[in-house]
Nanobody, 114 residues
C-alpha cells in the first residue's frame, strides 16, 4: 500500500530554516521523479521543487536559491531544506511523485511569522 508521510514542519521566524522529510512506502520511490508541493489557505496546491531519478532538480522561481530538494533512495526518503524563509512560504507542504500520481498524505504545516 502506497503511503506518503511528511514531517518537519513548524513555526519559524522570517529568515529561519526548516528541513522537511517525506517517508514513502511502496516500490515506486527509487524509480520515479518526486516533488514537494505546498498549499496556502485559499490557494491552489503548487509544486515548489522536483527531483528526478538522476537527482536533477527544478525549483519554482519563488523558492529558487532558498530551498534545496534531495532524496535518499536507499531509505525511500526525500527532503526539503528551506532557508531564508518568508511569511509567504506559509503553507501545508506535501510530497508526491512529479507529476502527482499517489494518494496525498496529511502534509506538514509550515508557518513563517514573527
Amino acid at each position: 500500500q502506497v503511503q506518503l508521510v511528511e514531517s518537519g514542519g513548524g513555526l519559524v521566524q522570517p529568515g529561519g530554516s526548516l528541513r522537511l522529510s517525506c517517508a514513502a512506502s511502496g516500490n515506486f520511490f527509487s524509480v520515479m521523479a518526486m516533488g514537494w508541493y505546498r498549499q496556502a489557505p485559499g490557494m491552489q496546491r503548487e509544486q515548489v521543487a522536483r527531483i528526478d531519478g538522476f537527482r536533477s532538480t527544478n525549483y519554482a522561481d519563488s523558492v529558487k536559491g532558498r530551498f534545496t530538494i534531495s532524496r535518499d533512495n536507499a531509505n525511500n526518503t526525500m527532503y526539503l531544506q528551506m532557508n531564508s524563509l518568508k511569511p509567504e512560504d506559509t503553507a501545508v507542504y506535501y510530497c508526491n511523485t512529479a507529476p502527482p500520481t499517489k494518494p496525498w498524505g496529511q502534509g506538514t504545516q509550515v508557518t513563517v511569522s514573527s
